[in-house]
């Protein structure tokens, strides 16, 4: 089997991650672009949310990721029990997420459902891959919040039902509207009209592991 070697070196991100809500169980916070959220395993690819939050919170543990170019809400447990009911909680998707994008070009229909199964795609590490045959399911919703103009696109509320890797990055562009600024899944135009991925996770709902409360919590959209 080829071994996938990341040869990508994260530029140094000089925005803060702010906590959002803490509590003695876990810790909600806002992740900037540009800052991966676990360190890499190159050794030049130390910082990372994880990293940071570890130097006050030893303990910490992510529930779930973003990914590098993405900004918005991470949840982190505090203590292994509470990580465990986070985890099952994202397995049995009940926890609930949504997202702002800026996506090219105006979309015909106004809102509906992206069904696209999505597999890894080891020659092109890190991209992933539509994939009929071997593809896990992927299930995103969507919502026009308006259509703007010069530059042409759409700004976009996204509600994924599952959590597949670049998922919302894979199913833009496969209904003809990629991300602006997506590196990986998308051409020249689309990625040279921002500076940064134009995706940010904005709201997130869960129960709370301990008290069973159930936890709103949003991070404004910085664009």
């Not at 916070?29 to 360190?39: A, D, E, M, T, Y």
């Not at 940071?52 to 505090?78: I, W, Y």
């Not at 105006?106 to 593809?135: L, T, Y």
């Not at 991300?179 to 500076?195: F, V, W």
Request: hydrophobic fraction near 35%; include cysteine; charge should be positive.
């Amino acid at each position: 089997m080829t071994q996938v070697i990341d040869t990508f070196i994260a530029p140094h991100c000089k925005e803060a991650v702010t906590i959002l809500y803490q509590d003695e169980y876990l810790l909600v916070v806002n992740k900037p672009s540009g800052l991966l959220s676990l360190s890499g395993k190159n050794p030049l690819n130390k910082d990372s949310v994880h990293y940071r939050l570890v130097q006050d919170f030893p303990s910490a543990l992510m529930a779930h990721r973003l990914d590098f170019g993405t900004s918005g809400v991470l949840l982190l447990a505090l203590d292994k029990t509470t990580n465990a009911n986070l985890t099952k909680q994202f397995q049995l998707r009940s926890v609930q997420k949504r997202y702002i994008s800026l996506l090219m070009g105006h979309i015909a229909d106004a809102e509906g459902m992206i069904s696209v199964p999505i597999a890894r795609d080891p020659p092109n590490f890190p991209r992933q891959k539509i994939c009929w045959e071997a593809g896990k399911e992927a299930i995103s919703r969507y919502r026009v919040i308006r259509y703007l103009d010069n530059p042409s696109c759409s700004r976009v509320e996204f509600s994924p039902e599952t959590g597949r890797t670049h998922q919302l990055r894979i199913h833009s562009l496969a209904v003809g509207h990629p991300i602006l600024g997506c590196d990986l899944y998308g051409n020249s135009q689309s990625e040279g009209l921002a500076k940064r991925l134009m995706l940010h996770a904005h709201w997130i709902k869960f129960s709370h592991p301990h008290t069973g409360r159930s936890m709103q919590i949003e991070a404004p959209c910085p664009f």
